[in-house]
C-alpha cells in the first residue's frame, strides 16, 4: 500500500518546537523533491517547505524562516519539519507531499496555545 504517513503534531505553547516525520511506504523518497504544506482552517493549503531529492536540507518559506527546517533522510524513507518559536499563528493542519505525484499525507495537526 502506496501512503506518506505523518506524525509528531499536537499541541504545544507559544515559542515552544515540534519535530514532524513524514514517512513513506510502498514507495520510495529518494527520487521525489518532499514538501510541507499547511492549511489554516477555511483556507487553501500553502507551501511551508520543499527539499530536493539529493539535498539533506530545503527551502522555507518566508514566513517561518529562521524558526523552520525540512531535512530529509532518504535511507529512513523520511522527511522532517523541525518547527521552533512556534506561534499561534502556526497553528494548522500540516501535510507532506511527494511533489509530482498524487501522494499527499492524511495531516497532522499543529495547535499552537497556551
Known amino acids: 500500500q502506496v501512503q506518506l504517513v505523518e506524525s509528531g503534531g499536537g499541541l504545544v505553547q507559544p515559542g515552544g518546537s515540534l519535530r514532524l516525520s513524514c514517512t513513506a511506504s510502498?514507495?520510495?523518497?529518494?527520487?521525489?523533491?518532499m514538501s510541507w504544506y499547511r492549511q489554516f482552517r477555511g483556507k487553501e493549503r500553502e507551501l511551508v517547505a520543499q527539499?530536493?531529492?539529493?539535498?539533506?536540507?530545503?527551502q522555507v518559506a518566508e514566513s517561518v524562516k529562521g524558526r523552520f527546517r525540512i531535512s530529509r533522510n532518504n535511507a529512513k524513507n523520511t522527511v522532517y519539519l523541525q518547527m521552533n518559536e512556534l506561534d499561534p499563528e502556526d497553528t494548522a493542519v500540516y501535510y507532506c507531499?511527494?511533489?509530482?505525484?498524487?501522494?499527499w499525507g492524511q495531516g497532522t495537526q499543529v495547535t499552537v496555545s497556551s
Open positions: 527539499i530536493s531529492n539529493v539535498d539533506t536540507d530545503g
Open positions: 510502498g514507495f520510495t523518497l529518494r527520487t521525489y523533491w
Open positions: 507531499h511527494a511533489e509530482g505525484s498524487t501522494y
